[in-house]
């Protein structure tokens, strides 16, 4: 995955809707997460949030406890100025994602949309499903978009790893159940389409006693 200062440079040198990732909305994801988390009161953790507007159509919807995080604070200003007032209910996380303290079973939600699939070292691999495993509550759902099988091998010059939802499942292991997987064609602001995976998985819930 690439360091800070790349990305610091994709979102000071590409307006927001002009990144081969936009999407002026996720509809799939916002689908997700009101289909598991009907209660507005539910922690939602949007990693690699960025300049998405996940976060803007959350809030309209009546989410209020957001919080986002990506390793670019130049996103994060993105969408922190783009939601005006709004901005100040929510949690800005600027930190990479293997390397940040997150607090304990804290979300119920976990979205990420194209940060794993960067992940090209399985040590980062494992990083990620321990700090995945360390912040979500027990019976918690983590909605997960990657590559597709026929997806890019490179985005935004970097290398990326392609993944079906059987690849997927093993790479997170049995304290994740697969709910649900549907694959999607992305319309890139160029004309051209990249197929992503979208997964839904659901934490074990812990047994009585553990």
Same mark, same amino acid.
């Given at each position: 995955?690439?360091?800070?200062?790349?990305?610091?440079?994709?979102?000071?040198?590409?307006?927001?809707?002009?990144?081969?990732?936009?999407?002026?909305h996720?509809d799939?994801?916002?689908?997700?997460?009101?289909?598991?988390?009907?209660?507005?009161?539910?922690?939602?953790l949007?990693?690699?949030?960025?300049?998405?507007?996940?976060?803007d159509?959350?809030?309209?919807?009546?989410y209020?406890?957001l919080?986002?995080?990506?390793?670019?604070?130049?996103?994060?200003?993105?969408a922190?100025?783009?939601?005006?007032?709004?901005?100040?209910?929510v949690r800005?996380?600027?930190?990479?994602?293997?390397?940040?303290?997150?607090? =304990?079973?804290?979300? #119920?939600?976990?979205?990420?949309?194209a940060?794993?699939? @960067?992940?090209?070292?399985a040590? %980062? /691999?494992?990083?990620?499903?321990?700090?995945?495993?360390?912040a979500?509550k027990?019976?918690g759902?983590?909605?997960?978009?990657?590559?597709?099988?026929?997806?890019?091998?490179?985005?935004?010059?970097?290398d990326?790893?392609r993944?079906d939802?059987?690849?997927?499942t093993?790479?997170?292991?049995?304290?994740?159940?697969?709910?649900?997987? =549907?694959?999607?064609? #992305?319309?890139?602001?160029?004309g051209?389409s990249?197929? @992503?995976l979208?997964?839904?998985? %659901? /934490?074990?819930?812990?047994?009585?006693?553990?």
């Open positions: 995955m690439a360091d800070k200062q790349h990305w610091e440079t994709v979102y000071q040198t590409k307006a927001p809707d002009a990144v081969s990732w936009y999407c002026p996720l799939r994801s916002l689908a997700m997460i009101e289909r598991v988390t009907p209660d507005r009161h539910t922690a939602i949007d990693v690699g949030g960025g300049a998405s507007t996940l976060v159509d959350l809030f309209a919807r009546g209020r406890d919080s986002v995080l990506d390793i670019s604070v130049e996103a994060l200003d993105i922190r100025q783009r939601l005006g007032e709004a901005s100040n209910t800005w996380l600027a930190a990479d994602l293997l390397d940040i303290s997150l607090q =304990a079973a804290r979300y #119920h939600v976990w979205h990420d949309r940060v794993f699939h @960067f992940l090209t070292d040590d %980062q /691999r494992a990083s990620y499903v321990r700090q995945l495993t360390h979500l027990p019976g759902y983590v909605m997960l978009a990657t590559f597709g099988p026929n997806g890019p091998v490179k985005c935004s010059g970097l990326t790893v993944y939802a059987t690849g997927l093993r790479e997170f292991g049995e304290d994740f159940t697969l709910i649900d997987s =549907a694959l999607e064609t #992305h319309a890139t602001p160029f051209t990249q197929q @992503f979208y997964t839904l998985f %659901q /934490r074990t819930p812990h047994q009585y006693g553990k």
